[in-house]
């Protein structure tokens, strides 16, 4: 499946046609877990917010391009006063669990002629996973610790469609529906829920439950994109 994708995605960037026009835009995104990744994490929700950047042919029903992502899809706050010893200051500790992607993006368009445009997509690339811990002793002052609890990326295709309605008020511009499923290979990541600090061993460690799982995601997205944004 992995190497029909990229090579169906390969012949469609290496056709030689003269391109009419670039397409920009950006989306909100929400991925509920599915399959597997249900099993692990059934409530965690997977915001982001993506750029677009496509690229029509103007021969073809075809557009190509790239979508890099951004999300953050769990955060915990701890006030503790024993994270240093022979300390009693009270200290924030911060954790976000952050997502981010990167995906070339295959698009065909069986119409083009309706004010209702639909279109199927498929895309390939890769997710970053990775936690990341701050420590302060408020919020209006630098950090004192800085840091990452785990990190991991792997491999990911996503298979879907949507529709792209006119909108009147931006020159070129149109509201885009989208779902798609997200699948790839297994990552290792944590939840909210998945690590507590213990403050009684040395100098105090974190203690990690890290969960293991593909990222399949049923994903539906809204966003604007522009037709010929660079004119």
Partial sequence: MRKSLLILLFLASATSLKAQFFIAG?????????????????????????????????TQPFQVGLEVGYGVYGTKLEKRDDLYPGF??????????????????FRYLPTQSSKITPFV?????????YSRFQIRASIFEDPVEVGIDMQDWGFAY????????????IEGGKLELRVNYQDGSIMRFLTRADTN???DKGNGEFDYNPRQSPLQLITGSVGIVIYDAFR
């Avoid at 509920?32 to 965690?44: G, H, M, R």
């Avoid at 997509?121 to 996973?129: D, F, K, R, S, V």
């Fill in 26 to 58: 950006g989306h909100l995104n929400g991925g509920f877990p599915a399959s597997n990744l249900k099993q692990e994490v059934d409530k965690t929700f997977f915001p982001t917010l993506s750029g677009i950047l496509l690229y029509e042919f103007q």
């Fill in 88 to 105: 009693s200051e009270e200290f924030r500790l911060r954790r976000n669990n952050n997502y981010a992607s990167g995906m070339a993006v």
């Fill in 121 to 129: 997509e498929i895309q390939a690339g890769a997710n970053y996973l």
């Fill in 158 to 169: 996503k298979i879907g469609g949507g529709i792209q309605l006119p909108l009147s008020f």
């Fill in 197 to 199: 600090f213990l403050p």
